[in-house]
């Protein structure tokens, strides 16, 4: 069975909550990694990929763009085809995350199963900016879903 990697990074919260309820939809068929923790080693062992991470300044967060950097090249050519999604928690936008993910796994040539999700969280100013956030029950349910929809792919040889 082809396991899901649900890689993720958070500062305030938002991005754990939700790789969390997407790790609980996906019923034990998933490894939850943090995007610190991540090694090429681990995600070589997957068969998909959902990358969750908050957006920063227009792009996405120093962690997961860390993680990236480290395991970009041990990996590239021993992962193609496979499937990747993605959730961005955002304050306002979450475009310039998503296209920057996607252009990175672009290299790798893996092939996106499901819609860009991200979450608003709605933050504008200082204070709510750096707050902890607790998303919505509907994103929860939403990352629940996709944690499911993804694992079970996986699991049925879909993707």
Sequence with gaps: MSRLA????SRTGASEALAQAAFAGAQGRADLIAAEAAEPERLLAAGGYLFVCPENLGSMSGAMKDMFDRCYYPLL???EGRAY???IAAGSDGRGAQAQLDRIVTGWRLRRVAEPFIAMMDAQKPDAILAQKHPSEELLRRAEALGAVLAEGLSQGIF
């Design 6 to 9: 649900i890689v993720w990074h």
């Design 77 to 79: 050519g021993q992962i």
């Design 85 to 87: 999604a993605t959730i």
